[in-house]
């Protein structure tokens, strides 16, 4: 539920509401809290006609949430799914946490035939059939980039190896906390350490009390 009346008509599908305020003026790429447009909602929730709708309108497909997602991130739907792709989203596209779409729909568990298709799409962009030409400019900085970092790593293959690593963790560690939540990560941080120090209490046989301590307690 939202407060945004347009935001509110992405999520019911309530299309005839929906282009009546995009007919009086109102802002198609308007966000809510978390930084989702209409199309994301609208998306997440397989609404296509709305997402026509505001593509008509004027909405900026490429948009991103605040977690770098765009609405295909957020989409579970073929059809809508075709809409967005046909119309100019990059189906490799990551977001903050380095997140295709078809990863978060792989977690999300949507259904078979929205996987199979954003497999095949995937698939097609490895291959290069859904990529645009690039300029002569942009072909050469490109090759330059590209030599510049195989240089790098051929005098650094260590530092390539660590770098790798060191990603992949940070990764998988904001990817973890995102889920869990903050501050229920720094409670099980705490209760592990509480823990560690009580088997290693008892390994080592000290006791956080001395004995004239405990006899004096009691």
């Given at each position: 539920q939202t407060s945004v009346p347009l935001?509110?008509?992405?999520?019911?599908?309530?299309?005839?509401?929906?282009?009546?305020l995009l007919e009086t003026g109102c802002d198609p790429n308007?966000?809510?809290?978390?930084?989702?447009?209409?199309?994301?909602?609208a998306a997440a929730r397989g609404n296509?006609?709305?997402?026509?709708?505001l593509h008509k309108f004027g909405a900026d497909l490429l948009?991103?949430?605040?977690?770098?997602?765009t609405a295909l991130h957020l989409c579970g739907h073929v059809d809508t799914i075709q809409?967005?792709?046909?119309?100019?989203?990059?189906?490799?596209?990551?977001?903050?946490?380095g997140s295709t779409p078809l990863v978060l729909a792989k977690r999300r568990g949507v259904n078979k035939d929205a996987i199979r298709l954003l497999e095949g799409l995937e698939e097609q962009e490895v291959k290069g059939f859904n990529r645009g030409p690039h300029s002569k400019l942009e072909t050469m900085q490109m090759a330059d980039s590209e030599s510049a970092m195989e240089s790098h790593s051929l005098l650094n293959p260590n530092?390539?190896?660590?770098?790798?690593?060191?990603?992949?963790?940070?990764?998988?560690?904001?990817?973890f906390v995102e889920d869990l939540g903050f501050w229920r990560v720094l409670l099980l941080l705490v209760v592990i350490a509480l823990l560690s120090l009580g088997i290693a209490y008892y390994v080592s046989g000290v006791l956080p009390f001395s004995t004239s301590q405990l006899e004096l307690v009691h």
């Open positions: 935001l509110q008509s992405c999520i019911d599908g309530d299309l005839p509401f929906g282009k009546r308007i966000r809510d809290n978390r930084g989702r447009t209409g199309l994301h909602l296509v006609d709305i997402c026509r709708l948009a991103t949430d605040y977690q770098g997602n809409f967005l792709v046909s119309n100019g989203l990059k189906i490799d596209i990551c977001n903050h946490n530092l390539q190896s660590s770098e790798g690593v060191l990603s992949s963790f940070r990764t998988t560690w904001q990817e």
